[in-house]
């Protein structure tokens, strides 16, 4: 493996390490490789499928990140660590181990469309890690830290440092674009908790925004032929609104907005969003649970 530079994972059930460190050490020395081997820990319960759709996530390394619930410094280092929201536990058909937070997958989308390596911890908001809770008292998602640094929140303030410091490919935008769908989260949070004329007239307006620009500007992405930081920000939030309005209001965008309907297409079938999207039962439990508390959907909310 060490020769063939082979991505490798152990796979833990239960307890990060239990009795089991001088083992899994011994197992990451010997195949690891500029990173290439990581211990990716599972429920106790997991099954064998489970366990092995889980190690999936951080393969390949040279484009990804693993996931785990033990303390950064106690899993072998990568240069960016990144903590996302867990998917929702709750809904039975849940098995995905992607996040089902738009902001969360935003900033996932930025590093693997910088290729840059990453291991992931999905923090489980109701039973969060005491390290998670130490490092991040406020428990806001995402978070970041590269290179030993502090941690950072806020996906804003995050993709912009990560464009700072890794700025090839470039996927800055131009700030007069960054209005483009900015209330889609909000509009579909209202169209979602009171279907009427009124709300789905203001989630229609801001798909005819989205819908003017593309034909204005030709497209295919928002600033022309090359995927910039505003499509990685639209993705996840188009995705939400695609799942959450087909489930709860058996809604779809119309059909005379052909130029969203396409960007869409493309920027779901790329591969980085692929690797990261969260399954639609993830997303409708999700925004079920949201509804049925104060709700709080702005970048920066807890859980």
Same mark, same amino acid.
């Given at each position: 493996?060490?020769?063939?530079?082979?991505?490798?994972?152990?796979?833990?059930?239960?307890?990060?390490?239990?009795?089991?460190?001088?083992?899994?050490?011994?197992?990451?020395?010997?195949?690891?490789?500029?990173?290439?081997?990581?211990?990716?820990?599972?429920?106790?319960?997991?099954?064998?499928?489970?366990?092995?759709?889980?190690?999936?996530?951080?393969?390949?390394?040279?484009?990804?990140?693993?996931?785990?619930?033990?303390?950064?410094?106690?899993?072998?280092?990568?240069?960016?660590?990144?903590?996302?929201?867990?998917?929702?536990?709750?809904?039975?058909?849940?098995?995905?181990?992607?996040?089902?937070?738009?902001?969360?997958?935003?900033?996932?989308?930025?590093?693997?469309?910088?290729?840059?390596?990453?291991?992931?911890? @999905?923090?489980? *908001?109701? #039973? +969060?890690?005491?390290?998670?809770?130490? /490092?991040?008292?406020?428990? =806001?998602?995402? %978070?970041?830290?590269?290179?030993?640094?502090?941690?950072?929140?806020?996906?804003?303030?995050?993709?912009?440092?990560?464009?700072?410091?890794?700025?090839?490919?470039?996927?800055?935008?131009?700030?007069?674009?960054?209005?483009?769908?900015?209330?889609?989260?909000?509009?579909? @949070?209202?169209? *979602?908790? #009171? +279907?009427?004329?009124?709300?789905?007239? /203001?989630?229609?307006?801001? =798909?005819?925004? %989205?819908?003017?620009?593309?034909?204005?500007?030709?497209?295919?992405?928002?600033?022309?032929?090359?995927?910039?930081?505003?499509?990685?920000?639209?993705?996840?939030?188009?995705?939400?609104?695609?799942?959450?309005?087909?489930?709860?209001?058996?809604?779809?965008?119309?059909?005379?907005?052909?130029?969203?309907?396409?960007?869409?297409?493309?920027?779901?079938?790329?591969?980085?969003?692929?690797?990261?999207?969260?399954?639609?039962?993830?997303?409708?439990?999700?925004?079920?649970?949201?509804?049925?508390?104060?709700?709080?959907?702005?970048?920066?909310?807890?859980?």
């Amino acid at each position: 493996m060490k020769e063939n530079n082979v991505a490798c994972d152990v796979i833990s059930f239960g307890d990060p390490y239990m009795d089991k460190r001088d083992l899994f050490e011994a197992l990451i020395r010997s195949a690891d490789k500029d990173g290439n081997c990581n211990v990716c820990h599972v429920p106790p319960e997991s099954s064998v499928p489970e366990a092995l759709s889980r190690s999936q996530i951080i393969i390949p390394r040279r484009v990804g990140g693993g996931s785990g619930s033990a303390p950064p410094s106690t899993q072998n280092k990568m240069p960016i660590e990144i903590c996302v929201k867990a998917p929702p536990r709750s809904h039975a058909t849940v098995t995905d181990a992607n996040t089902d937070c738009p902001f969360c997958q935003r900033v996932l989308l930025t590093l693997l469309e910088k290729k840059l390596p990453y291991r992931t911890h @999905l923090i489980d *908001l109701d #039973n +969060k890690p005491e390290w998670f809770a130490e /490092a991040n008292p406020d428990g =806001l998602l995402p %978070l970041i830290r590269f290179d030993d640094e502090k941690w950072v929140s806020n996906s804003d303030v995050i993709v912009e440092m990560i464009e700072k410091k890794y700025p090839e490919p470039p996927l800055e935008t131009p700030p007069y674009y960054a209005y483009l769908a900015l209330k889609i989260l909000p509009k579909l @949070l209202a169209f *979602l908790k #009171n +279907k009427n004329d009124d709300t789905q007239q /203001a989630l229609v307006f801001e =798909l005819m925004e %989205l819908e003017h620009h593309l034909s204005e500007y030709g497209g295919p992405y928002v600033n022309g032929k090359d995927i910039t930081a505003v499509d990685l920000s639209l993705a996840p939030k188009l995705y939400h609104l695609v799942e959450a309005c087909k489930e709860n209001n058996e809604w779809n965008i119309p059909k005379k907005f052909t130029k969203v309907l396409n960007y869409n297409k493309l920027l779901f079938n790329r591969t980085s969003f692929k690797k990261t999207k969260p399954s639609p039962e993830s997303v409708n439990e999700g925004w079920r649970q949201r509804l049925r508390m104060e709700p709080k959907v702005k970048d920066g909310a807890k859980g």
